[in-house]
């Protein structure tokens, strides 16, 4: 039973455009979110949250919005640069106290190119 | 601040044989996290400790896998016996009491035969 869902495997995208990333959950309990970042043989690194209560969170180049009632949320990543190419994990979490068990999608391998 | 480290960071064993990983948090992180990464699947937690105590270890296969935090710090993951489906990466990660989200090692990659 796949509680965080990553439907598309990989995602190719031209330097300088927009990547968008999207992930859907099915746990309504869910109330906070991450996204981590990992290169091959790394582990992933934690790149942007949202907690339940906001509906977009921006950080640099990077924003992820989330649609409570659609149980969707998304990851932009604009300009994209060759050093985002990596495989993107959205996560959920029961709270954002960091004692709470985060559960993993199976992740999106995105690929920039030039 | 170091980051969380692990060993070994490959692994190759022949099945039935056994393992152990071993996991040093950052300083001070009191809730340490061991995941299993299958290539293709996002990972998945096995155990999850509080100081030395265990908080989760619901999806831990406790026939053959073991986890131990000895007082409150370095871990250790160990498989006995191994099958050919642990073959994966083993991340352990770590968190404080105010932080957001974890902080993942490097990973040992388990490859059985």
């Known amino acids: 039973d796949q509680q965080v869902k990553q439907n598309s495997p990989s995602l190719s995208v031209q330097e300088g455009r927009i990547s968008i990333l999207n992930c859907d959950y099915t746990n309504s309990m869910f109330d906070y979110f991450l996204w981590y970042k990992k290169y091959p043989a790394e582990g992933p690194t934690f790149l942007i949250s949202i907690s339940s209560i906001k509906d977009k969170n921006e950080d640099g180049r990077f924003t992820v919005f989330l649609n409570k009632s659609a149980k969707h949320l998304s990851l932009h990543i604009v300009p994209s640069q060759p050093g985002d190419s990596a495989v993107y994990f959205c996560?959920?979490?029961?709270?954002?106290?960091?004692?709470?068990?985060?559960?993993f999608g199976s992740g999106t391998r995105l690929s920039i190119r030039p | 601040e170091a980051g969380v480290a692990q060993s070994p960071r490959y692994k190759i064993i022949e099945k039935r044989q056994s393992v152990a990983f071993w996991c040093n948090p950052i300083?001070?992180?009191?809730?340490l996290y061991w995941y299993q990464q299958i290539l293709g699947q996002g990972p998945k937690l096995l155990i999850q400790f509080q100081n030395n105590g265990v908080v989760d270890d619901s999806q831990l296969p406790k026939d053959r896998f073991s986890a131990e935090r000895l007082k409150g710090v370095d871990s250790t993951l160990k498989i006995q016996p191994a099958k050919l489906e642990d073959s994966a990466v083993y991340l352990c990660a770590s968190s404080s009491a105010s932080g957001y989200g974890y902080t993942f090692g490097s990973g040992t990659r388990l490859t059985v035969v």
């Open positions: 300083s001070g992180h009191a809730t």
């Open positions: 996560a959920a979490s029961g709270g954002a106290w960091s004692a709470s068990k985060i559960i």
